[in-house]
């Protein structure tokens, strides 16, 4: 059964620990982090970018998969389904599909227009159970063709954010969707620190969780961050393991050609990678 982010995140950020949100893809991707999650006993958040939900066709789709997984599997550990960087209209088909929570990305409009229709969502989404999760600040790279600089988020547009009843908060403090480049300059703390002290009880959310180095994680987790967003580096790992499997030709022998043995390592790939970040976020056994 899907829940809402709200209780779990809660719990992560009064025990100085992190959620895991792993972005899917597709059927592997899905089974391999619900599977991954059941094994550590670790709440979990999959999450959906809008071009995914389009790859598999829709948010229908994509919720009739993960509740059939979720009882198929006797997936018994917390499980969202929460829709990643949505737009306006994203967020209410996804309401309407049956989704557990839900992101309102208005980083990108002027603040008023953000606080105007976040606070419409708010409401919507909690008449519904949902969980929502808003953006102040720019994530760098792009997703889902919206491009951030990676600017850091203002403190007081944060808090204007927060107090509209938003489950929880993600602000830009330098990080960036994607690899990160040589150049990179870290994370601002002193941004973090500020958003936290503005912010008070609020669950903060990093994006872009690939390639932040592990002291940084911890740190950011100890400043309030309580949500940690990963999907380049599942993707990564599974093209790293299927490139493996065809270069050894394994793909010419016997049936290696079927999809179910094709795409075996790189699932595994994703299941080993995912129980790292859940080890370094500090998750394990928090169901």
Request: proline share 3%.
């Amino acid at each position: 059964m899907l829940v809402s982010a709200t209780e779990m995140l809660k719990k992560a950020k009064a025990g100085h620990y992190a959620v895991g949100q792993f972005n899917i893809n597709n059927l592997e991707w899905t089974k391999s982090i619900l599977a991954t999650a059941q094994e550590l006993n670790s709440p979990v958040i999959l999450g959906v970018s809008e071009g995914a939900g389009k790859y598999m066709t829709g948010y229908k789709t994509v919720a009739a998969m993960v509740e059939a997984m979720i009882e198929e599997m006797n997936i018994t550990v917390p499980v969202a389904l929460h829709l990643d960087h949505g737009s306006y209209e994203g967020c209410y088909k996804c309401i309407k599909a049956g989704f557990s929570s839900i992101m309102f990305d208005g980083s990108h409009y002027p603040i008023e227009e953000n606080v105007e229709k976040t606070k419409e969502l708010v409401k919507v989404a909690h008449a519904m159970g949902l969980s929502i999760e808003a953006e102040v600040g720019s994530i760098g790279g792009e997703e889902d063709g919206v491009v951030g600089m990676g600017e850091c988020a203002d403190p007081n547009e944060c808090k204007a954010i927060a107090d509209l009843g938003i489950d929880f908060l993600a602000a830009g403090i330098g990080n960036i969707h994607g690899k990160y480049p040589d150049n990179w300059q870290g994370l601002s703390f002193d941004t973090l620190a500020a958003i936290q002290e503005k912010t008070g009880e609020m669950p903060l959310v990093l994006h872009g969780g690939t390639g932040i180095p592990a002291d940084m994680i911890k740190k950011a987790i100890d400043l309030g961050v309580a949500k940690i967003n990963v999907n380049t580096e599942c993707q990564l790992s599974f093209a790293a393991a299927t490139r493996e499997y065809i270069e050894a030709g394994k793909d010419q022998q016997g049936k290696g050609f079927d999809p179910r043995k094709l795409l075996a390592p790189g699932a595994a790939a994703i299941k080993e990678t995912v129980k790292e970040k859940m080890e370094l976020f500090g998750s394990v056994g928090k169901a």
